[in-house]
């Protein structure tokens, strides 16, 4: 069974950073572009950022500049480092990964959610 496992979420002010992860685990044969999305009060799913599996990032433009996305292929692990956090970031971070198990069928998968909380 497969799962995608977050960590790092939590509670710091305004200006402050945190660092999330998602570590994918189960039986899988690779793993094409990993994510992270945002859910805050009231609103919609929203991405926040992208990385393929050669590398290539994309952000929305609320968050270019503050948060970095990455990751260990070796360790199926993604990684968002977010900086200058503002309380408009709070939200549940949803880790989303594509994943091939048997070829060529791409499914996605989502983690559970980390709640990161900024205030003022």
């Known amino acids: 069974q497969v799962q995608l496992v977050e960590s790092g979420g939590g509670l710091v002010q305004a200006g402050g950073s945190l660092r999330l992860s998602c570590a994918v685990s189960?039986?899988?044969?690779?793993?094409?572009?990993m994510g992270w999305y945002r859910q805050g009060p009231g609103k919609q799913r929203e991405l926040v950022a992208i990385?393929?599996?050669?590398?290539?990032?994309n952000y929305a433009d609320s968050v270019k500049g503050r948060f970095t996305i990455s990751r260990d292929n070796a360790k199926n692990t993604v990684f968002l480092q977010m900086n200058s956090l503002k309380p408009e970031d709070t939200a549940v971070y949803y880790c989303?990964?594509?994943?091939?198990?048997?070829?060529?069928?791409?499914?996605?998968?989502w983690g559970q959610g980390t709640q990161v909380t900024v205030s003022s």
């Open positions: 990385v393929t599996s050669g590398g290539s990032t």
């Open positions: 989303n990964a594509d994943l091939i198990r048997i070829y060529p069928f791409v499914q996605a998968y």
């Open positions: 189960g039986s899988i044969a690779s793993i094409n572009a």
